[in-house]
């Protein structure tokens, strides 16, 4: 498909287990976001891409969350010793370029449930 | 990231214009305004963005006033499908979600 894709689309992990969260963006798209969603709350920013350099990681909640992006396209969203305060949708946003006029297209998020 | 304030919920009639208002009083010169809107269990959708001009495309009108301090989104003839939480967003590099406008079209 042509919009920015994320696998699974539900994950239920119990507490203490790592998961991995994939996003692929947009094809060509440089920038790419990550985000986290709480129930009833507007997403969080977490952590920004442009290709495959991280620039900023200030919104990533503690030393748990671990983001890359190697190759400047496919990211992964990997939280370690999950715990219940984990349980949110997680979002992946992708756009053309850098600026500030370039819309940004979210994915449909993925939903995380820390048992 | 600029603050941005909206209301937390608003009606409208289907078929009716949504007028949706936003204060963004920290704007800073080179920083854009965007709305965004998300239907329950759905990624954020993109509507519309704009810098200090007028805006229009097929699913919304964006009016910022003179001074950038606030900005409108109007849905022109809103439908049962408009029904969203939308938000309002100035955007640096990242976007920085507030807590939004819930809508909801009423029959």
């Known amino acids: 498909g042509a919009g920015v894709s994320q696998s699974p689309r539900y994950k239920v992990a119990k507490r203490g287990q790592d998961v991995a969260l994939r996003c692929d963006p947009i094809?060509?798209?440089?920038?790419l976001f990550w985000y986290q969603q709480a129930l009833g709350q507007g997403p969080e920013f977490l952590t920004y891409?442009?290709?495959?350099?991280?620039?900023?990681k200030s919104g990533l909640p503690s030393d748990r969350f671990f983001a890359e992006r190697p190759e400047g396209s496919v990211s992964t969203l990997k939280i370690q010793r999950t715990q219940q305060e984990d349980s949110a949708v997680y979002l992946c946003?992708?756009?053309?370029?850098?600026?500030?006029?370039?819309?940004?297209?979210f994915g449909q998020g993925t939903r995380l449930t820390v048992v | 990231d600029a603050k941005t304030t909206q209301p937390p919920s608003m009606d409208c009639a289907e078929g009716r214009a949504a007028n949706l208002p936003c204060n963004h009083s920290?704007?800073?010169?080179?920083?854009?305004v965007y709305w965004y809107r998300q239907i329950h269990s759905q990624g954020p959708q993109y509507i519309i963005h704009?810098?200090?001009n007028n805006e229009t495309n097929e699913m919304a009108s964006l009016i910022i006033t003179e001074d950038r301090k606030s900005s409108t989104l109007i849905l022109p003839h809103a439908t049962l499908r408009d029904t969203a939480v939308y938000y309002c967003?100035?955007?640096?590099?990242?976007?920085?979600f507030g807590e939004g406008t819930q809508l909801t079209v009423n029959p």
């Open positions: 094809s060509g798209h440089v920038s």
């Open positions: 967003i100035v955007r640096a590099i990242r976007l920085t």
């Open positions: 704009g810098l200090k």
């Open positions: 891409f442009q290709n495959e350099a991280q620039l900023d």
């Open positions: 920290t704007i800073s010169g080179n920083e854009y």
């Open positions: 946003a992708s756009s053309l370029a850098r600026g500030r006029n370039t819309e940004a297209f």
